[in-house]
């Protein structure tokens, strides 16, 4: 499979994110193998795919957490893996993140946890501060909870905090990790307005990471559909709308990839996303018997031995299970 071609409907100077031919590998697993799509000023790409498609390792290379093996990232015009430490925290101090749990410091009040990082990376006066924070928190509508401690808020209210303070530095990209995880459909719907939102008032770059197709749907511009490290799909919102609303009975004339994209936009239970899955290798076998399965079933993970030779691995394990029937007198 093969990555879709870059869109470049706009001009350089709009890239705010770069990544290029990008592989990681840990070990003698390739968890990214040439990923390549870019991140412009104003728009919201959405980050999606399976469990273990290599999502989230992209995310951590973005904000300079991992080095690829081969290729390049380029935030905000930089390579991260050519600077130094004191270099790439600067070019952080230009992004906020949303982590998925929000991850507030439970000591510490709504406002207290805003101007955490005001106090950290700037020498501002505490009354400029205080009045940042009052901003940041009118933004996310949580100013009536700046005195409440994270014990005291709901689960959306807490996302909305950690969103008040990845915007206290005013940041030009936004990274979001599974923005809706935890949260009922009516706050879910809520904190996908507020991110539109707040990229359409403050002309940044959001970058998000879910598997949540009714939020993607909502709040992206673009949507990059990652699938064993690989970018299957990078394109327009519109694209893909267009593959999870294609008629049933028209499958057949979409290719593989765009069917197995169908099937994960959709949730269906049944396409070629299962089907690997089901008919992948025979590694479980081999590692609990010692033997190759496909030796077993022709290839297959599950296959009636009747009418099997008698020969090989199928022949002793036909004979062991003959022999225990017949000492049961049976």
Known sequence: MTSQPIQTDQTDKDVVISMRNVVKRFGDQTVLDGVTFDVRRGETVVIMGGSGCGKSTTLR???????????????????????????????RKQFGILFQSGALFNSMTVAENVALILEEHTELDASIIDMMVKIKLELVDLRDAAEKYPAQI??????????????????EILFYDEPSAGLDPVTSAAIDRLM???????????????????????????????????????????????????PVDQIGALDESKQLIRQFLRGDAEGPMTEHREGSDSSYAADLLGIDNSKLTGGRSVQSTRGARESGETGFWRGIFSRQVQKGGK
Do not use: Y
């Open 61 to 91: 290379h973005m904000v300079g957490a991992l080095n690829p093996d081969e290729g390049t990232v380029e935030v905000l015009g930089r390579d991260l893996a050519l600077l130094d430490e004191d270099s790439l925290n600067g070019v």
């Open 154 to 171: 709901s689960g959306g209210m807490k996302k909305r905090a950690g969103l008040a303070r990845a915007l206290a530095l005013d940041p």
């Open 196 to 246: 539109v939102d707040l990229t359409h008032r403050l002309g940044v770059a959001s970058v998000v990471v879910t598997h949540e197709m009714d939020s993607a749907f909502t709040i992206a511009d673009r949507m990059v559909m990652l699938h064993h490290g690989r970018v299957l799909m990078n394109a327009p919102r519109a694209e893909f709308e267009a593959l999870r609303d294609w």
